[in-house]
């Protein structure tokens, strides 16, 4: 996004369904972990924590799933990847070591896709109403950035998930991506401010 002669960034804005799919599954099956995220609104979740030993495996291998799904390049698997039967594309896991997870999410495969499908034809929506432009939106933080520290950005690469949250702020969910509510994220004046701390760690 900037000439050949200077550091150049690289933002990559969606609604990730398979990220949608994983957060909705974490919901549904009592997945605390992590912590810090909020839940998706209008998505149910589970009756009571369980603390049984056969919950924390299930835990464990959502919290490898999630990272696999988050950023697939930084996280590869050991062994081959296969789709779960009943999400389409948007969930996969390896052949080995997660049948307790495997086993708990495919009853929710429809629920799942259809949530994700439905809060991702929302953002694309919200996108081509021009109510978010990604390129403005990054510049503008960036410049501020540029201000204050009186360099130019580092070059850096950036994934940000524009996610329905039921609280809003910015959250790091891997090594170069982050979650944003889409609230906050629709909000030009809010999201400005928002971001550049984000954008100061990275640039």
Do not use: C, K
């Not at 296969?82 to 070591?97: C, Q, R, S």
């Not at 896709?113 to 034809?121: D, R």
């Amino acid at each position: 996004m900037s000439g050949a002669e200077r550091p150049e960034w690289v933002v990559r804005e969606d609604a990730g369904a398979s990220v949608l799919v994983a957060l909705y599954l974490r919901q549904v099956l009592g997945i605390r972990a992590p912590e810090e995220l909020p839940h998706l609104r209008g998505a149910p979740a589970a009756d009571a924590y369980d603390d049984s030993d056969e919950h924390r495996l299930r835990e464990r291998q959502w919290l490898a799933y999630w990272a696999m799904t988050v950023e697939p390049q930084a996280h590869p698997s050991p062994v081959p990847l296969e789709l779960v039967d009943g999400f389409e594309t948007y969930a996969v896991l390896p052949v080995e070591g997660f049948d307790e997870l495997r086993t708990a999410m495919e009853p929710h495969a429809a629920d799942a896709v259809a949530y994700a499908t439905a809060a991702n034809e929302r953002y694309a929506l919200q996108t081509r109403s021009g109510s978010a432009s990604s390129y403005r939106a990054y510049a503008s933080a960036i410049a501020e950035h540029e201000r204050r520290v009186g360099r130019r950005a580092h070059s850096f690469e950036l994934n940000v998930h524009v996610l329905p949250l039921t609280q809003r702020g910015v959250w790091w969910i891997g090594s170069l991506t982050v979650a944003v509510t889409d609230g906050l994220r629709g909000d030009v004046a809010a999201f400005d401010p928002a971001i550049q701390p984000i954008i100061a760690e990275i640039a």
